[in-house]
Structures are given as C-alpha cells and as structure tokens.
C-alpha cells in the first residue's frame, strides 16, 4: 500500500511513517518543515521506500496530487505545542483550518480513506474524570489564543462528520492525549522534553504553577500503533476516538522522576502560569482520556509507561547532543549532517511494538 503522511516529519507522524515502511508499505511524506525536522526521517528515507516532498497542506493543487497517488491519507499536519499556539495564535489558526480543508476534501474527492488527527484539546477545560468522546467541550473565551487550536481542530472534526454523513467519505478521527518519546521537542511547550533537556543541561526544571496538575502520557509507540489499528479497522470510519494513557501524573513528580533518572543535580523550580504563557493563560488542572471504544473496537492497550518513556527521551536527547558536537567538529558550524547515533536512538521501541 501507498500512504500519504502531511506531517510526516514531525514527531508523531515520523514514527507512524517508521511503522508503516516497517510493515513493508510504501510512504509519501508532505511536510513544510515548520515544526518537523528531517532528521526525523533519517531512518525511514534510508529504505528507500519514502519520498519527502516540502510543501504545504495549503497548496489544494499540490495536496491533489498527492492524494491521487495515495491508497491511504494520515492527516497529521499541524500547529502544535500551547507555547507555540500562544506566540503564534492567527498563523497556527489558519494554518490548522486551511490545511484540514484541502486535505479532507481531497481525499472525499478521490474515495480515499484518511484518519484526521485531532487533540484532547479539544475537551478544554473540562476535568472532570475521565473523558469519553462525547463529554462536554468547556472552552475559555476566544480573546484567550489558547483556545484557538481546540476551535481549529473542531472545525477539522466537523468537517470530517460533515464529509462521512453527507458524501460516504471515509474518513476516522482520533483524539491524541498527550503523547511523548523520542523526538518530540521542547521547542514549543512540550513539558518532558523540555524537563529531560533542562536537567541534561543542569539547569532548574521550570515546572509551572505549584505542579499539582495532571496530564496522562502516552509512549509515541503506543499512539502509533492506535492509530494503525483503527486504520486498519472499518467500524472506525465516520467515529471518533480518544486515544491515551490513564495514568494520571502530576506535573511536579513528573520533574523529579526526570531527576532521578537523569542522575541530574537539577533542582525545581516553580514559574507562574502567567509568567510562561503571558496574562490570562489558563491551565487544565487535569486531562484523562477514557479509551473504552478505541479498546472495544480493536482491543488496544497502552504497553509502555511513563519510566519508558522518560528513558527513551533521555537516550534521545543525549544522542541528539552527541549529534550537534559531531556535527559542529566535522563541519565547523551545525548542518545537520553529521553521522551519528541519533537516528537510532529515535527509533527505541517502535518496531519491537508496532505491528
Ligand atoms: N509544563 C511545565 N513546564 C514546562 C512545560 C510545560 O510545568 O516547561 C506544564 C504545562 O503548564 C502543563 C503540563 O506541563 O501543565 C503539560 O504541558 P504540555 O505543553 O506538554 O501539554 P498540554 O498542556 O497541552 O497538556
């Protein structure tokens, strides 16, 4: 099989392009670099059996041509990360909008499946428990830009609804909770990476508000393979599904797990909401997934926990240091070609639980 991935050089999408050339498929990666790293794909180009185009999700002729090509669509492609939607919140808006828009009427125009990508995000404040897929959305006003990504990936799960029920287009939603591992990036809020890269570093985990808020994380791997599960599965066109860990961790043991098993002498150090996200940011508290029907439905179960992942973000990491100094020794100045460990280290536990 053919499969088109937007969003294939980013953290999430390059691991399911790995588990896709990995069952033996073939992958065409479109992806404008924005936020992906081609690094990411070291491994997955070298089989040669992935072709990379750089371009947008935006650009309908382009996106046309590609899906024409392609027997499956995975639309991952998007804005991602609370500092970066905070920092950037029209661009991200439209980006996100714009992209979904061309993508899913593409594929509704040449019959061909896509699992659209959405976000727990799209819960907002609602905290209450465990969320199943049709607990209430409770969003802060649309002034605050944190909202704007859950307004832009509902747009994209309604369209899809609207593309299913009124034109048989057989699209699948997921919900991702929050997920992690190797090559994500710290680069635009994503709380483990950043810890791991802080406490390498010896510098204090900025750990925000008094930490006592929630988040549940999933191993990239275990996401990975959801997804291929439900893209494998026909009861999921036209649904949706939360897909995440039930582990409930709170922020601050998360920081002093990461200093335990870095070996770190780093210390915690608490930084107001307000101070990291600017005035008015307004924070969860918790975020829990109920995964009930995406495990009913193909008998999905995490298999990886936090320890795991915090290991691999580490190897990941320091690999990825390993890279840079190589990288700056063989050619002067960073190019990001220098040989190295790195891609390897990216890829810890994906094959051995993707099938
Ligand atoms: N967080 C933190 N320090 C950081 C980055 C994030 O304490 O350097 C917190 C953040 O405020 C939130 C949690 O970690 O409470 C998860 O943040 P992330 O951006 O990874 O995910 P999301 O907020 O989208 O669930």
Redesign the pocket.
Known sequence: MHHLVTGGAGFIGSHLTDALVARGDTVTVLDDLSTGRINNLQLALSTGNVEFVEGSTSDAALVNDLIARADSCFHLASAV???LIVDEAYDSLIKNVRGCDVVMHAAANHDVPLVFSST??IYGKNSEGALAEDSDRLLGPPQRSRWSYATAKAFGESLAFGLCNDRGAPIKVVRLF?T?GPRQT?A?????P??VR?ALDGSN?????N?V?T?CFAHVSDTVRAILLLADTDEAVGEVFNVGAGIEMP?IE??RRVIEQTGSDAKIEL?P?DE??GDGFE??GR?KPDTTALTELTGWQPALNVTHAIEDVIAYEQAATEFAAADVALNGSATGNAESNLAIASRFRTTEHTS
């Open positions: 990360g609370v500092q727990s995000e929050n992690t710290g635009y809020g994503m709380v483990l950043t810890f802080q985990l900025t750990v925000h508000g930490g808020q988040r922020i998360l920081a930084v909401f990291a996200y924070e969860l975020r």
